[in-house]
């Protein structure tokens, strides 16, 4: 008899079934909406190193690229919905684990439940920008705000602190895991080409190192602006992708990151194919 069959045959087996249909079919629409919004922001910030200092080069800014076009409105809402689709997988990881041997471990749920966390707040903000009631403030006018309420309470240099050195050590993070190419393991590169397999490995090494050096740039003014005592000193994306343009490479170091972050938005996409769920 073929156990497997009955299995899927079953109730239990059938409920899971199409929870798994579910919970793939959300990972592949947030992965996607993902690339989307990085993709988008490279582009911006590479019209900034460039000469158009007008651009907003975040996911405010992005949003805004997308409303102006034809179905700018429709195609808003498929993004919120894609991400809330990235809040749920993330939300079925916490509570049933997720792909790997190591699926299960206390430390991959609380992974998992702080990108659901993140998730969340990033789809509210993109329905909320659909819907006409929010966007109007940049990330840069958000981080200062929240960096300014955090510093006035009782040990609030310390939590802003925390909280810079925990984006820094998360962007090391990222940066590391790109370039050793960790994203392999969860990806079924066995079905692709070797071509492709040299497209996932170059857009995912370039442009996780981008994303994490924005992580550490970003981390690193907030600690700045925990240990100065200066909101004003923290930045959001737009403000850190154009600090790049203020180093001594001038920028081209910009260009570079800039670059890096389209590459990730491929990336993305290149995971909503292949991403084993």
Known sequence: MNTTAVTRNSPIGGRRAVRSSLTEGAARAGLAARGVIYL?????????AFGDRKKQADRGGA???????PFGAVLLWVLGVGLVGMALWRLSEVAFGSVGQDGRSAKKRLLALARCVFYSFVAYSVLSFAAGSGGSSSSDEQSRDVTAKALDLPAGQWIVGAAGAGIVVAGVWVGARAVLRKYRRNLKLGETSTGVRRLVDTTGVAGGVARGLVFVAAGGFALRAAVEYEPDKAKGMDDTLR????TAAGPW???CVATGLVLFGVFSFAM????RV
Do not use: P
């Open 40 to 48: 988008l922001v490279g582009v911006l910030a590479l019209q900034i």
């Open 63 to 69: 949003l805004a690229e997308i409303s102006g076009k």
């Open 243 to 246: 600090s790049f343009a203020d």
């Open 253 to 255: 170091l910009l260009v």
């Open 272 to 275: 909503a194919r292949w991403r």
